[in-house]
């Protein structure tokens, strides 16, 4: 179960299984962050408010997971507690940050599993593992008992082999998400053109022109590359300074030591830049889904790493390209699986109104309903 840094009691037959990312308090246990600088640190005195209410409401806390070091990376590669194997594309990363979440929903050791998203770390897993993915709207789902405390990126989101199964575990996680049925016969969905792999695209585009609940509507987010931009220079500023105490001890991996380094020396000119960039995305994609409610792409713009490169250092940031744009805007985001016809996996992506999670979720379980 190399999901897992330490599992919890079993279930019994009437109860979901939820496996918890490492960056989640868990009363008892200690929040490690994928890192040996964390590996002595004391036991959480209370459990994160999710997972209060994935307890309360009958779910079974399994075993924390395996996660990028500090929530720092998009491979899933980790040299401390080990590297997460892809159940479906072992030759493949399992994608960062919530490796260890994604994997253990795909090979079948929970039914759900608990991640999060600062630049794509739920949707990138999920893409990478031919699985489910939801980033809700920014600030939906507590983030108490969550690290880092501050963030104005990061999301809590759910990993889950069907969709349905992430539509009820948001019902429990979040007051404020009430589940709906959809009654449009037709649904306008804003198909946004891309740079990512010819064959990425088209298998997705192709996906959604198969099912005829759905319109496409080209659009444009003339932004999108600049909010990625932004969203690293934002990201780094954040991390470095929820991460500087674990750069200063030295115990750091090499790859994330060296990000976090480079993250060290984000200027206040570029984060006011950023935020500028911000603003101007967000207005973009609001103005869109005023007239499409949801938009849709690629949730990768290529073919996942090898595991083989990731090991051995590689990297590459604009795996997240497609991704992270709406970490920064702060829109729900969901990775839908796709029936690719390659060798690895392809993932559509559909981004939705600020707090409209529950109609992305319903359209979410109509398309997988379609794409079987």
Same mark, same amino acid.
């Given at each position: 179960?190399?999901? *897992?840094?330490?599992?919890?009691?079993?279930?019994?037959? =009437?109860?979901?299984?939820?496996?918890?990312?490492?960056?989640?308090?868990?009363?008892?246990?200690?929040?490690?962050?994928?890192?040996?600088?964390?590996?002595?640190?004391?036991?959480?005195?209370? =459990?994160?408010?999710?997972?209060?209410?994935?307890?309360?409401?009958? $779910?079974?806390?399994?075993?924390?997971?395996?996660?990028?070091?500090?929530?720092?990376?998009?491979?899933?590669?980790?040299?401390?507690?080990?590297?997460?194997?892809?159940?479906?594309?072992?030759?493949?990363?399992?994608?960062?940050?919530?490796? @260890?979440?994604?994997?253990?929903?795909?090979?079948?050791?929970?039914?759900?599993?608990?991640?999060?998203?600062?630049?794509?770390?739920?949707?990138?897993?999920?893409?990478?593992?031919?699985?489910?993915?939801?980033?809700?709207? $920014? @600030?939906?789902?507590?983030?108490?008992?969550?690290?880092?405390?501050?963030?104005?990126?990061?999301?809590? @989101?759910? $990993?889950? /082999?069907?969709?349905?199964?992430?539509?009820?575990?948001? +019902?429990?996680?979040?007051? +404020?998400?009430?589940?709906?049925?959809?009654?449009?016969?037709?649904?306008?969905?804003?198909?946004? +053109?891309?740079?990512?792999?010819?064959?990425?695209?088209?298998?997705? /585009?192709?996906?959604?022109?198969?099912?005829?609940?759905?319109?496409?509507?080209?659009?444009?987010?003339?932004?999108?590359?600049?909010?990625?931009?932004?969203?690293?220079?934002?990201?780094?500023?954040?991390?470095?300074?929820?991460?500087?105490?674990?750069?200063?001890?030295? /115990?750091? @991996?090499?790859?994330?030591?060296?990000?976090?380094?480079?993250?060290?020396?984000?200027?206040?000119?570029?984060?006011?830049?950023?935020?500028?960039?911000?603003?101007?995305?967000?207005?973009?994609? =609001?103005?869109?889904?005023?007239?499409?409610?949801?938009?849709?792409?690629?949730?990768?713009?290529?073919?996942?790493?090898?595991?083989?490169?990731?090991?051995?250092?590689?990297?590459?940031?604009?795996?997240?390209?497609?991704?992270?744009?709406?970490?920064?805007?702060?829109?729900?985001?969901?990775?839908?699986?796709?029936?690719?016809?390659?060798?690895?996996?392809?993932?559509?992506?559909?981004?939705?109104?600020?707090?409209?999670?529950? *109609?992305?979720?319903?359209?979410?379980?109509?398309?997988?309903?379609? *794409?079987?």
């Amino acid at each position: 179960m190399d999901s *897992f840094i330490n599992t919890f009691s079993t279930s019994t037959n =009437d109860q979901l299984t939820v496996a918890i990312k490492d960056s989640i308090d868990i009363a008892g246990s200690s929040t490690q962050l994928g890192s040996a600088a964390c590996s002595v640190s004391s036991p959480a005195q209370q =459990d994160a408010e999710i997972v209060k209410y994935l307890k309360k409401n009958g $779910f079974s806390v399994i075993g924390k997971t395996v996660m990028h070091e500090l929530a720092f990376g998009m491979t899933g590669v980790n040299s401390t507690y080990g590297t997460p194997t892809n159940p479906l594309f072992p030759n493949l990363i399992p994608g960062g940050s919530s490796s @260890g979440s994604a994997t253990a929903v795909a090979g079948g050791e929970a039914d759900v599993a608990i991640g999060t998203d600062t630049g794509g770390s739920v949707r990138m897993p999920a893409a990478c593992c031919g699985i489910y993915g939801l980033k809700p709207t $920014f @600030g939906l789902v507590s983030r108490k008992g969550v690290w880092p405390t501050e963030s104005s990126l990061d999301c809590v @989101g759910v $990993f889950a /082999k069907i969709p349905e199964l992430i539509t009820k575990t948001m +019902e429990v996680i979040s007051p +404020e998400f009430k589940a709906v049925t959809l009654d449009q016969k037709i649904i306008t969905v804003g198909w946004l +053109e891309t740079d990512a792999d010819e064959h990425i695209n088209t298998t997705v /585009k192709n996906a959604l022109i198969n099912c005829s609940m759905i319109q496409l509507k080209p659009v444009q987010l003339p932004d999108l590359d600049n909010a990625f931009e932004a969203g690293l220079t934002i990201i780094n500023r954040e991390t470095w300074l929820a991460c500087k105490d674990f750069y200063a001890t030295g /115990k750091l @991996g090499d790859d994330v030591a060296k990000r976090l380094e480079k993250a060290s020396h984000t200027t206040d000119r570029e984060l006011v830049e950023a935020e500028n960039v911000r603003a101007t995305f967000t207005a973009q994609v =609001d103005a869109l889904l005023a007239g499409t409610r949801v938009l849709a792409l690629p949730t990768l713009p290529n073919a996942p790493m090898t595991l083989t490169d990731a090991l051995a250092g590689k990297t590459d940031v604009t795996a997240s390209k497609l991704v992270r744009p709406f970490n920064l805007s702060g829109h729900p985001a969901y990775a839908i699986p796709c029936a690719s016809g390659a060798d690895f996996p392809i993932s559509l992506q559909l981004v939705g109104r600020k707090g409209d999670d529950a *109609f992305l979720c319903a359209l979410a379980e109509c398309l997988a309903a379609s *794409f079987l």
